[in-house]
C-alpha cells in the first residue's frame, strides 16, 4: 500500500507522523502521479482529489474508488484486494 499527496518530503513525514501512516506516502509535487491516475485535472492544480486504486499484483488497474468514505473505505479495498487472491 502507498500513499501520494503533493505535500514535500517534510510536510508528508509530519502528516505521516502524526496520523501513524504504517504505509510510504510519496511525494507528489510535480503531480505526475495525480495527473497520471485522476486525482487532479491540472499540473497547478492546489490539492489531489481523496482516490484509491487497487492495483494487482501484475501491476493493473484493477479498481478505481474516485470516492472514499473514510468509514468504509478500508474494508471495501481490503475485501477487494482479498478476491483478487
Keep these: ?5 503533493f505535500d514535500d518530503v517534510a510536510a508528508n513525514a509530519r502528516f505521516a507522523a502524526k496520523e501513524a501512516f504504517p504505509f510510504p506516502l510519496l511525494c507528489d509535487t510535480t503531480r505526475t502521479i495525480g495527473l497520471a491516475y485522476g486525482a487532479a485535472q491540472a ?7 481523496r482516490i484509491s ?14 470516492k472514499v468514505s473514510v468509514g468504509t473505505h478500508a474494508a471495501d ?9
Design 77 to 85: 479495498v481490503l475485501r477487494d484486494a482479498e478476491a483478487l487472491g
Design 43 to 49: 499540473a497547478d492544480q492546489p490539492m489531489a482529489k
Design 53 to 66: 486504486i487497487l492495483i494487482g499484483k501484475d501491476g493493473k488497474v484493477e479498481k478505481v474508488y474516485p
Design 1 to 5: 500500500m502507498l500513499g501520494a499527496s
